[in-house]
Nanobody
Framework: QVQLVESGGGLVQAGGSLRLSCAASRSIFSINAMGWYRQAPGKQRELVATIASSGSTNYADSVKGRFTISRDNAKNTVYLQMSSLKPEDTAVYHC??????????????WGQGTQVTVSS
């Protein structure tokens, strides 16, 4: 079991920056992978960025060079630093954790979501 608490969303002008935080209730090294997903109105939920316990990362093409996912192991927290924000980044952002429930099954856990709105 893992609980995820998100913060950092808000309203920002295009070109601005925000940092989203996701605090986990257990060591992030005990979690197979964590990531950020977003869902904009009228669109399917999409993966934004992921980070494994090893520290390896990957990003959606649409955010490469603008967003950075990172972790603070001491705080059991994963961050998404967003810069050069665009109106198309507007979405509800959810933190996700994949945790081994059995030797063969990964369970998904989700944060409550935080709204990011980028104005023109």
């Amino acid at each position: 079991q893992v609980q995820l608490v998100e913060s950092g969303g808000g309203l920002v002008q295009a070109g601005g920056s925000l940092r989203l935080s996701c605090a986990a209730s257990r060591s992030i090294f005990s979690i197979n992978a964590m990531g950020w997903y977003r869902q904009a109105p009228g669109k399917q939920r999409e993966l934004v960025a992921t980070i494994a316990s090893s520290g390896s990362t990957n990003y959606a093409d649409s955010v490469k060079g603008r967003f950075t996912i990172s972790r603070d192991n001491a705080k059991n927290t994963v961050y998404l630093q967003m810069s050069s924000l665009k109106p198309e980044d507007t979405a509800v952002y959810h933190c996700n954790a994949k945790v081994w429930a059995t030797a063969t099954r990964l369970d998904n856990y989700w944060g409550q979501g935080t709204q990011v709105t980028v104005s023109s």
